[in-house]
Structures are given as structure tokens and as C-alpha cells.
């Protein structure tokens, strides 16, 4: 594992972009504006790769600040039937590794950040240099791993210093303090903190236990803290966002393409119901604190 008493004082990795981060650019600018910002998460390839760029655009022109690529796999262990139906059928159109940094070009010149949201097997399989250096070509600002614990990262952690990206680990809120000063030790950008234990899905209420861990992980020494799983609507995500510094959304926007027996609608339906969405649950992570 890399030893982060080598990194300069500022945190910036010692590899050759020495790149700002430009998602903590982003929570800077939100937090100094007193808002939090709008994190929203599509599987690439869904409906179909050329549709999936459509959607990406879609959703940074109608209000998400971040966005979160996902990169579909057919053994996914966090992700609830919702996201499973939609990166199934990513998978039935061929989606392959290689094409997701389309994605990532379409929502860099949207004006958004790129994320990508991938099962470790996959990274290690297309190779973890190759990824970042790829990854980072296209314009992408750092890797979510739902499956990859810090302890184990230290490829990871050395790839993502060279290039210049952002490490986003998990905490759960059974993570311990001594598990969340690890985590929020390695991260860089944010900690995603999940609200609940479980798989990722709409919920009809957010108790107030994200809360709590957002608390907890600032105080293991976390600079941002962004919050998903279970945000469906606006009101939850206000509810989030008056206290944390970004909103995940996946389910509740993924859910707008496809119809009641869990298949892609046609892009004339699916597209404008996503914008739809985007922007009511905008209106409400934006002004949550005003």
C-alpha cells in the first residue's frame, strides 16, 4: 500500500498530472454557496451504448453536477433489481469496458465530472495501469470501487497517484471509527457513505442513521462526505443534502427508462422523463439549504 507520508502537504499525488481534484473543487465551490451538490449515477450501455450517451448528456444539462458512470456486471453485489434490470440489458447490447470512456468524454464536454462506479474484478481484468491511464486520457476524475477495501488497493492507490484521480471508498454504518479513519485516510475526492446496509434501490423514506455516519466520518478526518443509496425522491434529497456535501441518485433516475416490466422504454418516453426527474430532484438537493 502506498505511504501517504509521501504525499506533499497539500494531498496531491506525486505522479506526473499533479492534477486539482476537480470533484473537491466542486464541493468547495457547492460548500462555499452553502449547497450540496447533485451526484447522479446511469449504467453505461443502457438502453444501448449510443442511447447511454444520450442520457449521460441529458442528465448534466438538466442539473447533476457529478456524474456516476456505472460500469455494468453481470455478478454485481450491491446493486438492487432496479440498476440490475438496466445493466442486464447493457450487458445484452454488448456493452465492453474499452467504450465506457465515450461516456466519460460525452460527460466531460457536457460540463460534468465523471465518475466511473466498477466491481474491482473488472479494473483488474482490463488491467489497472492501462485503466488509469485511459481513464485518465478521457478526461475521468476518479474510480468508485463498492467491492475494494483500502487494505487491499494498493495497486489502486499507486495507478490512481500517478494519474492524478480520485480514490472513493465506501463506509457503511456498522464501519467502526478505526475502519472509518482508514477509509477516509485513503480516499480522495469524497467517502461515499451509505445510508443503509443492503443493495442500492428506492426506498420510501431516509431515517436519519446517514446522518450520524456523515458525523462520524468528518470526524475520522473525511474533507467531504456524499451520501447515496435509497435517495428516490426530492424531498429525500434535500433531507440529505442539509447536511451532507453531495446526493446519489441512481435507482430513482435509472428507473425513469425503463417501463413496469422492467425493459427499456423508447428514448422519445425514457429521455424526457429522465430530464424530468434530473430536475425535480436538482431543485430539491440545490435549494435544501435556503
Not at 118 to 131: A, Q
Amino acid at each position: 500500500m502506498t505511504d501517504n507520508r509521501s504525499l506533499p502537504a497539500d494531498g496531491q499525488p506525486l505522479g506526473f498530472k499533479h492534477a486539482t481534484s476537480p470533484v473537491s473543487s466542486l464541493l468547495d465551490d457547492f460548500s462555499e454557496r452553502n449547497q450540496a451538490a447533485f451526484i447522479g449515477y446511469l449504467p453505461y450501455g443502457f438502453p444501448n451504448p449510443q442511447l447511454s450517451l444520450d442520457a449521460f448528456r441529458t442528465i448534466v444539462e438538466h442539473g447533476v453536477d457529478v456524474v456516476e458512470i456505472g460500469l455494468p456486471y453481470s455478478d454485481p453485489v450491491m446493486d438492487g433489481p432496479v440498476i440490475q434490470a438496466a445493466s442486464q440489458i447493457a450487458l445484452q447490447h454488448g456493452e465492453k469496458i474499452a467504450e465506457v470512456f465515450n461516456a466519460v468524454e460525452t460527460v466531460a464536454e457536457a460540463g460534468g465530472v465523471p465518475l466511473i462506479m466498477s466491481y474491482w474484478n473488472l479494473i483488474f481484468h482490463y488491467g489497472v495501469e492501462r485503466f488509469a491511464r485511459d481513464f485518465s486520457n478521457a478526461g475521468g476524475a476518479g474510480l468508485i470501487t463498492p467491492d475494494l477495501i483500502p487494505d487491499e488497493a494498493g495497486d489502486w492507490i499507486e495507478a490512481s497517484d500517478r494519474y492524478g484521480l480520485d480514490r472513493i471508498f465506501l463506509a457503511s454504518p456498522d464501519s467502526t471509527g478505526e475502519r472509518l479513519s482508514v477509509v477516509a485516510q485513503h480516499s480522495r475526492g469524497f467517502v461515499y457513505a451509505a445510508s443503509r446496509m443492503g443493495v442500492t434501490g428506492e426506498r420510501s423514506s431516509i431515517t436519519s442513521s446517514p446522518e450520524l455516519l456523515v458525523q462520524r466520518i468528518r470526524q475520522a478526518g473525511a474533507q467531504h462526505v456524499c451520501v447515496g443509496i435509497g435517495v428516490s425522491t426530492p424531498e429525500q434529497g434535500a433531507k440529505v443534502a442539509s447536511y451532507a456535501d453531495g446526493v446519489i441518485v441512481g435507482s430513482a433516475l435509472v428507473h425513469t427508462m425503463l417501463d413496469n416490466k422492467g425493459e427499456a422504454r423508447e428514448a422519445s418516453q425514457g429521455l424526457p422523463a429522465l430530464a424530468k426527474m434530473t430536475e425535480e430532484l436538482a431543485q430539491g438537493i440545490h435549494q435544501a439549504r435556503h
